[in-house]
């Protein structure tokens, strides 16, 4: 199974903050990353697919990069909905899985 | 807009089964556009993917659950199930199902989940 792994795993940021937070992969996995957000109590909500395509609905403050073993995610300015679990997944080869996820909490 | 549901026992007991369905609206497991998948998240913990199975009646399950793992389709039902044999405490978790499209594995739509806790 390809590992992925996250960092941090925990961020306390202000609204309106730059927020970026990191993936890498066990192996090469081209762009087939994608990034959920998870709110307490509830299911995880695909946010970018494809590495750095925008789910629709998505608000444009999200955005998505990198290939290969490291990706990035980033909150352009931090909104206080946006405060949540945010986990990425390689969908590269079965089985899929998932990073251990990073936890954006208020400063 | 496409709902998935969830539905089942929430306590099973050790070594017995957990069965769950999901039933689905607003599209059809029926169309050949789409997987239809089962995840799952101990609490506190991370995510792992169960398996899924396609209209045709084909499946693919996570090697470390495949032994224990049966996803089936009642079209009749615009549902999906699982089964989970030989449950432990380890298998105590929130089991959610969701949507994939075909050639893709990005998970775009879940059910709410539901808590299955695996106790005598």
């Known amino acids: 199974d390809i590992q992925m792994t996250q960092s941090p795993s925990s961020v306390s940021a202000s609204v309106g903050d730059r927020v970026t937070i990191t993936c890498r992969a066990s192996q090469g996995i081209s762009s087939w990353l994608a990034w959920y957000q998870q709110k307490p109590g509830k299911a995880p909500k695909l946010l970018i697919y494809a590495a750095s395509s925008l789910q629709s609905g998505v608000p444009s403050r999200f955005s998505g990069s990198g290939s290969g073993t490291d990706f990035t995610l980033t909150i352009s300015s931090l909104q206080p909905e946006d405060f949540a679990t945010y986990y990425c997944?390689?969908?590269?080869?079965?089985?899929?899985?998932f990073g251990p996820g990073t936890k954006v909490d208020i400063k | 807009q496409v709902q998935l549901q969830e539905s089942g026992p929430g306590l099973v007991k050790p070594s017995e089964t957990l069965s769950l369905t999901c039933t689905v609206s607003?599209?059809?497991?029926?169309?050949?556009?789409?997987?239809w998948n089962w995840i799952r998240q101990p609490p506190g913990k991370g995510l792992e993917w169960i398996g899924y199975?396609?209209?045709?009646?084909?499946?693919n399950y996570n090697p470390s659950l495949k032994s224990r793992v049966t996803i089936s389709v009642d079209t009749s039902k615009n549902q999906f199930s699982l089964r989970l044999s030989s449950v432990t405490a380890a298998d105590t978790a929130v089991y959610y199902c969701a949507r994939t499209q075909s050639g893709t594995t990005y998970f775009d739509y879940w059910g709410q989940g539901t808590l299955v806790t695996v106790s005598s």
């Open positions: 607003g599209g059809s497991v029926s169309s050949g556009s789409y997987y």
């Open positions: 199975m396609y209209y045709s009646g084909s499946t």
């Open positions: 997944q390689q969908a590269n080869s079965f089985p899929p899985t």
